[in-house]
Structure formats: C-alpha cells, structure tokens
C-alpha cells in the first residue's frame, strides 16, 4: 500500500513539475515577443516638416492633433491612449513584452520618430490605434491600414503585416464589428520609416454620433483591444 501511494505522489511530482515547466516555457516564449503600441497623435500637433519615408524629398507634418468626437468634442489623441493602455495592461497580464510610444498627452514624437521606437526594439508587431473623421457623418465601421506591398520602403514588411490585419478582420467581423476593409498605404509616415511588421486600426469613426459615443465608452474600447490581442495570439502562434 505504501509502496502504491509513494508512486502516485511520484506521478503527481512529475505531473506537476512539468506543468510548471510548460507554463513558464509558455510564459518566457511570450516575454520573448514584443508588442509595440502606437497611440496616434498627441496634444500639440507639429507642423514642422519630415521626411515621409528615408531618403525622400516628399514631406509632411511631423505629427497632428488628430480629430475630435462631432457630439463628444472628445479629442481623438485621449481616445486613442485610453484604448491603447487598455490594451498594453490585457498584453502584459497574457505575458507580453510591451512598448509604448507615448503614454501621456504632453509629448512631441513625430511619425517617424515613433516608427524608430519600434524599430530599436525590433518588435514583432506594432499596433498604431487611431480613431477616423469624415464629412460624411454616416459613415462607420472599423478600417485597418497597412504598409504598401509595391513600395520599396514598405516591401520587406508588407508580408507580416498584411497577415496580422487579415487575422483582426476576421476576429474584428467574428465578434460582430464592422470592418470597412484592409487598405495598403504608400504615403503613411510612420510605415515608410519602419523595419517592422506594422498595422493601423481605425477604430471608427467620431464624425459619426452613435460610433463617437461607443469609441468613448470603456467597455467598447476594451472590446476591441481584447479582439486586437487575442488576434496577436493566433498570429503569434501561426508566425
């Protein structure tokens, strides 16, 4: 009988001992895989001009105020960083290596600036989250952008990129969010000056009233960080 229990509590060790060892392998893997988050904009914008991609004659602003909600008045660069903090805080609680670009209002970073930060981490993915604006206040529904497919700036990156904002869309269209569409972007600053896989989600639309007031609303932007994070999952596990 001794001899009966002593092998069980054998089992139960080794049992025990490997699932520790399985979940910290999983947990050292993830710390390994670095999130870059790109909250868009910032209080002040800056007019001074950039470079839109190395080597460029072509230039624009360093960095925009970005919108602001048509009933909230809320100013998209506080949108923007709510969410994105959101999302750091769910992607470090699943194990994440997280960098941020900005985590307050009272910063001035350019577009490629930011771009750069990521670039010296090498992260495996940056997430640029900002908010869209039209005329046309019917409009609505979430828009990912990514790098160019046809530039040489953005040729090298393209690949990844475009395989994450495939993985979100379809997560993003799952849970029941509308989801405008996948654009490839030439002209976007803060892609041309990156060597790393990169997405822009548009997280819809403040010149719209209903979408303004949901985009405010904590438990939609933790909606949709939590569908961005579990979509780094799946493309984490498929890279």
Not at 2 to 11: E, G, L
Not at 72 to 84: M, P
Not at 126 to 140: E, F, N, P, Q, V
Not at 183 to 193: H, M, V
């Amino acid at each position: 009988m001794k001899k009966f229990i002593a092998i069980n509590m054998i089992i139960f060790l080794l049992i025990n001992s490997s699932s520790k060892l399985i979940m910290a392998e999983s947990k050292e893997e993830k710390l390994s895989f670095t999130i870059c988050i790109d909250p868009g904009h910032q209080k002040k914008g800056d007019g001074k001009l950039e470079p839109i991609a190395p080597n460029s004659s072509n230039k624009k602003p360093r960095v925009s105020q970005g919108t602001e909600g048509i009933g909230s008045k809320k100013a998209e660069y506080v949108v923007n960083l709510e969410a994105s903090l959101l999302l750091k805080d769910i992607l470090i609680r699943k194990g994440y290596n997280v960098i941020m670009t900005r985590e307050s209002h009272e910063v001035n970073i350019s577009n490629a600036e930011r771009a750069e930060v990521a670039n010296k981490v090498k992260a495996d993915m940056t997430i640029r989250i900002h908010c869209d604006s039209l005329k046309d206040t019917s409009k609505t529904g979430t828009s990912i952008l990514i790098p160019s497919s046809k530039s040489n700036n953005t040729k090298t990156i393209y690949e990844e990129s475009n395989k994450f904002a495939n993985i979100l869309k379809e997560n993003l269209k799952e849970k029941g969010i509308k989801v405008n569409g996948i654009f490839e972007r030439d002209d976007i600053t803060g892609f041309n000056w990156s060597t790393v896989p990169v997405v822009i989600l548009e997280m819809g639309f403040m010149s719209n009233y209903s979408e303004d007031k949901m985009l405010c609303d904590e438990n939609y932007q933790k909606r949709l960080m939590n569908i961005v994070a579990d979509s780094l999952e799946i493309y984490k596990k498929e890279k």
